[in-house]
């Protein structure tokens, strides 16, 4: 399939998915979010993915919904059907990302705001060029943090911070975004690329069948209780004990080698 508004390269096992509207900040249009999440649910069963990458092109990460797409409506002084785009475009596209069954990595190369914010936070891992911001800019419009802004953000960054950063719309850099949790890691712009790179070939070299059932068994825990997350402990790892990756990964510990995990 031929993408307008993102770009989708593969480099070994890893599957990069850039937002591509350098000029407008990858401002978030309904073609670049749907374009997404197929990319998303194309490499799902694809066993020769075993990690994506997702990155903004020039300067920015994801400058949120482009307000632009609601133009005709502000202009006439009309006000935008919010609910019906939102379950066209957002409510698709974040599911699609939280349940890839790889890791993903959200590698923040410049500004993310709104909807932005939330496309790294529906992702595994963040690492951020020491030239990121963050932004939950809803508010600055008079909106609620949406695209999974409430559920995941809290999640990541506990619950004051995030409605800290919900009602303050407050513009952080990539090391306040750090010592919050934000970020797994700040990276000098310099070698970022290198860096996110080496970092996605590691994931990618790792047991992902386990990364995926890890994914699900810790989001999952977080609203069980102990006994309940407990036996979906046990049928995971039920599962994990019969796969290839295990065998090998005891064999190589024995043997004092390097393990050479298949994904399966
Ligand atoms: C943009 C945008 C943008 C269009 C930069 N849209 N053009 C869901 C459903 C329905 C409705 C609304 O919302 C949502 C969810 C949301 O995501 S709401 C939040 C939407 N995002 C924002 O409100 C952020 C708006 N942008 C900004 O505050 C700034 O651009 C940030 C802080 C991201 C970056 O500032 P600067 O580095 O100073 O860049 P800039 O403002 O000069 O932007 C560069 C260009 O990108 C500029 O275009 P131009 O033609 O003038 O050069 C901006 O207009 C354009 N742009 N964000 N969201």
Redesign the pocket.
């Known amino acids: 399939m031929t993408n307008e508004q993102i770009t989708v390269e593969r480099d070994g096992a890893v599957a990069w998915f850039t937002l591509d509207r350098p000029?407008?900040?990858n401002?978030?249009t309904r073609i670049m979010s749907n374009e997404l999440e197929a990319a998303f649910l194309d490499v799902r069963d694809d066993p020769e993915v075993r990690c994506v990458v997702l990155t903004g092109a020039g300067?920015?990460f994801c400058?949120?919904?482009?307000?632009?797409?609601?133009q005709a409506a502000y202009s006439s002084g009309q006000r935008?059907d919010?609910k019906e785009?939102?379950a066209e475009?957002?409510h698709r596209l974040i599911p699609a990302m939280v349940d890839t069954p790889k890791p993903v990595i959200a590698a923040v190369n410049?500004?993310?705001?709104?909807?932005?914010?939330?496309l790294a936070v529906a992702c595994d891992l963040r690492l951020a060029s020491a030239d990121a911001?963050f932004?939950q800019?809803?508010v600055?419009?008079g909106?609620v943090?949406?695209?999974g802004?409430t559920f995941l953000l809290p999640r990541v960054v506990g619950y004051a911070k995030a409605l800290e950063l919900s009602i303050t719309g407050d513009?952080i850099d990539a090391a306040e975004a750090h010592r919050i949790g934000l970020v797994n890691r700040v990276v000098p712009a310099e070698t970022f690329r290198e860096e996110v790179s080496a970092l996605a070939d590691r994931l990618a070299a790792m047991p992902t069948a386990a990364i995926a059932e890890a994914k699900v068994l810790t989001l999952d825990a977080l609203t069980l209780d102990l006994h309940e997350a407990l036996a979906r402990e046990a049928a995971a790892q039920a599962r994990m004990g019969q796969t290839d990756d295990h065998l090998e990964g005891v064999a190589a510990f024995m043997e004092k080698r390097e393990p050479d995990f298949k994904g399966r």
């Open positions: 000029e407008k900040l401002a978030l300067r920015g400058a949120g919904q482009d307000l632009s797409e609601f935008p919010i785009h939102l475009t957002y410049g500004v993310a705001a709104g909807a932005g914010l939330s911001k932004t800019a809803f600055k419009i909106l943090p949406d695209s802004g513009l």
